[in-house]
């Protein structure tokens, strides 16, 4: 068992943080002695669902309603398995936007390095848009779509 302060350093959550959480009632079966809560290894399953559903732009209402599914037992495996195919595919469209993010980040770099040898942005300005070095048109085009 674990005081909410060890969970609190483990996972790098703030103490109030974890007091909202079980305040929601996000862990149900959590024991408490003499006042102090004391963390077992469901507790710790949990948060690390918590924060990985939070992570991927779930409400804490909504991570409550999963917790609630996950309490009424096998008859919400469905519901369950959709939350988590909607928050993938919620995921995979973040991780699409901050790849043409990275991408313009990227040809940003190589265009003032270019600039910078250059002294000015004359001659890759004339590159624009469609006669950059291969690796660099990719970049440009990607952040461009």
């Avoid at 305040?23 to 963390?39: A, N, T, W, Y």
Wanted: charged share 35%; net charge neutral.
């Amino acid at each position: 068992m674990y005081t909410i302060g060890q969970i609190s350093e483990m996972f790098r959550i703030p103490i109030s943080t974890l007091r909202y959480y079980d305040k929601e009632g996000l862990f149900p079966e959590l024991k408490r002695s003499g006042g102090v809560r004391r963390f077992g290894e469901k507790e710790i399953e949990a948060l690390r669902v918590i924060e990985c559903l939070k992570k991927s732009g779930l409400e804490i209402r909504e991570i409550k309603t999963f917790m609630e599914w996950c309490a009424q037992g096998s008859c919400t495996y469905a519901k369950r398995r959709e939350l988590f195919v909607r928050q993938e595919e919620a995921v995979r469209e973040e991780m699409y936007k901050l790849e043409k993010v990275l991408a313009m980040i990227r040809y940003k770099e190589w265009y003032y390095e270019q600039s910078m040898k250059n002294g000015n942005e004359d001659s890759v300005r004339s590159m624009i848009p469609d006669h950059l070095p291969e690796e660099i048109q990719k970049l440009y085009d990607m952040a461009n779509e």
